[in-house]
């Protein structure tokens, strides 16, 4: 049997077609030293009523990031199937390992689930994760929402996204969900790397798929964890899933045009020299790399490559060569 046609080892303790509430969990077999027969345990919840679109909300993809879990764990507690007309279905920590270990990537194998994509049902346990999403959960969805912030090492301003496709009508319908989200900025994203991500393979099947980064530094904040709850209830308005109008809050447009990523090129101490959201011309410092390994050395200078405003940065003091500083976004007029 080839891996394509191998089914998947996750045995799902819900019924995705079931009307009414269910709290259940995607069981994966691992055995392991402390438990021979052991599984993860990924937590999942679906609330359906009748029939109507069916959205797929999503967080920690990567661990260390928690406005999504903390929105979604609450969407799970409170929503109602008379409150629905379709289905939702809910995953708060979708590489729940790292998510249980506050780290970016799996403990268990270090899999990084937004580069493990389409996945391999007879894989790594992040692999098999990628494959159900892949073969079981994304086909049943039109809307996919997946919330990511910046982690432990990254700081964003907070926004929902959604990217530029080859299909223009599923581009406009993505940029339309993006709009409703209502985030204090919107984004026309651009990837570093689209291989083996979840964002591609839902686009890639057609899906109206929205992103979020929401601030970061592996905490999260007041503010950005009530954008994420308000978010989603206006996505599932959006999407005529949940009765009501959209909580609309005013929202910036932003591009991230070439150029807009800044790399370090040595390791060092980083001193930033201009906070998210401020305005930046073309050639402007944007970041200093003081050198750690003696005194009496020359700062390296992040210069911005094209104007704009910070977007994101690094956020631990300590950067290393290869680690992205700094990006810049422009404003869509
Ligand atoms: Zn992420």
Redesign the pocket.
């Known amino acids: 049997m080839s891996a394509s046609l191998r089914p998947s080892p996750i045995i799902p303790t819900v019924d995705f077609d079931r009307d009414g509430v269910q709290h259940g969990h995607l069981r994966l077999p691992y055995s392991r030293d402390d438990s021979a027969w052991g599984s993860v345990m990924i937590p999942i919840c679906v609330v359906k009523n009748g029939s109507g679109p069916t959205a797929l909300l999503t967080g920690a ?2 661990g260390d ?1 928690y406005e999504g879990p903390l929105a979604l764990f609450d969407l799970a507690r409170r929503l109602e199937p008379k409150d629905v007309s379709g289905t939702v279905i809910i995953v708060p920590a979708m590489n729940y390992p790292a998510f249980r270990a506050a780290t ?1 990537t799996s403990p268990i194998d270090r899999g990084n689930m ?1 580069r493990s994509f389409p996945g391999r049902p007879d894989g790594t346990v992040t692999q098999k994760i990628a494959d159900y999403f892949q073969r079981e959960l994304l086909p049943r969805a039109d809307l996919v929402l997946d919330f ?2 910046g ?1 432990k090492t990254l700081d964003f301003l907070p926004w929902c996204a959604a990217h530029v496709l080859p299909d223009k009508a599923q581009e406009k319908a993505a940029f339309a969900a993006v709009e409703a989200f209502s985030a204090p900025w919107s984004v026309k994203m651009l990837e570093i790397d689209t291989v083996g991500m979840y964002d591609t393979a839902a686009e890639e099947m057609g899906k109206v798929f929205v992103t979020t980064e929401l601030g970061g530094g592996g905490g999260s904040t007041a503010e950005t964890v009530r954008i994420a709850r308000r978010g989603v209830s206006n996505v599932l308005r959006h999407a005529g899933i949940l009765a009501g109008d959209v909580e609309t809050a005013p929202t910036t447009w932003l591009d991230m045009p070439d150029g807009c990523f800044c790399f370090a090129e040595s390791d060092g101490l980083m001193e930033t020299m201009v906070d998210l959201g401020e305005t930046v011309a073309a050639g402007q410092v944007v970041a200093r790399i003081h050198p750690i390994a003696r005194t009496g050395g020359a700062p390296q200078d992040i210069e911005a490559a094209i104007s704009g405003l910070l977007a994101a940065r690094h956020f631990p003091g300590l950067v290393q060569a290869g680690d992205c500083v700094s990006v810049m976004a422009t404003r869509i007029d």
């Open positions: 993809n990567h990031e970016r937004n990511h912030s982690g």
